[in-house]
């Protein structure tokens, strides 16, 4: 049966039409929040899910205090930071270990500076991509929300800004669909990351810095080795790399990993 459309695919088409079309350009502000909630007639969950959609695609950026501007077309900008690779796993596993050095310190900051407003932005992200993940949609949109939201959290803008250069390749699941299939997209796995985004939220709400760090750690050293497992299946695949990849659907870890990614530490808190 086909799913129906969200809201907010909806939201994102149509802002999407109007970029592709010129009507908006590249350098020219979106509406703000309060106008494409009266003129789309949704909620503003589903509004920011649709800019982080678009974010995530690369075409718009927040920027604090000023709004969500259009971006040029990617070769316009400085994408070189993550060349489109021949074998993307490979380029999922770097983008992961850049991650970590950015997003490790952005869930300490967003620990120890983050207002009100922000708390309540990074658990409806939370619960948006708990919504996709129940309902059967895509998940990436909301996750990239949730990283996104702990980012601006932080109040130094070049956290977010990182994010949003990484675009689409910040959430690797989508950049990779036709390789690794429902090894990632699998209702175990969406559970798992699920399950430490609530560790990570757990701890910022708490004001827990070091917590933060160490859950937000354990959940991208962990997504490295499933990758890793998934690109050790792809270039083993005619020699048994089946077993493989067999294991990353099941969400474990190589049996090497330690010597792969690391000793990451004590696990997140259960939420």
Do not use: C, W
């Not at 009507?23 to 949704?42: I, K, N, Q, W, Y």
């Not at 969950?45 to 690369?58: K, P, S």
């Not at 490295?224 to 790399?241: F, I, P």
């Amino acid at each position: 049966m086909t799913r129906r459309p969200k809201l907010a695919d909806k939201v994102i088409e149509a802002l999407r039409q109007r970029i592709d079309d010129g009507d908006l350009r590249p350098g020219d502000r979106l509406p703000t929040e309060p106008a494409l909630v009266e003129s789309f007639g949704v909620s503003r969950t589903v509004v920011r899910e649709a800019i982080a959609a678009l974010a995530a695609d690369g075409r718009v950026e927040a920027r604090q205090g000023s709004g969500v501007f259009v971006l040029a077309p990617a070769e316009d900008r400085l994408t070189i930071l993550v060349p489109e690779a021949h074998d993307r796993l490979t380029t999922v596993l770097n983008v992961l270990e850049l991650r970590t050095a950015i997003e490790v310190e952005a869930a300490a900051l967003a620990a120890r500076r983050r207002s009100s407003a922000q708390e309540a932005t990074i658990r409806e992200a939370f619960a948006a991509f708990e919504a996709a993940m129940r309902g059967g949609g895509g998940t990436a949109p909301a996750d990239f929300a949730f990283h996104l939201s702990i980012a601006l959290a932080t109040n130094n803008p070049l956290y977010p800004q990182s994010l949003e250069t990484l675009g689409h390749r910040t959430i690797p699941r989508d950049f990779l669909a036709a390789i690794a299939g429902d090894a990632i997209h699998g209702p175990a796995y969406l559970a798992r990351i699920h399950a430490e985004h609530a560790a990570i939220l757990s701890a910022i709400a708490e004001g827990d810095g070091d917590g933060a760090a160490l859950a937000m750690r354990a959940h991208l050293s962990r997504s490295r080795d499933r990758y890793q497992l998934l690109l050790q299946a792809h270039l083993a695949r005619s020699s048994g790399g089946e077993a493989a990849l067999a294991s990353a659907r099941a969400g474990g870890a190589p049996a090497s990993a330690g010597a792969i990614t690391g000793d990451v530490g004590p696990g997140p808190r259960g939420p």
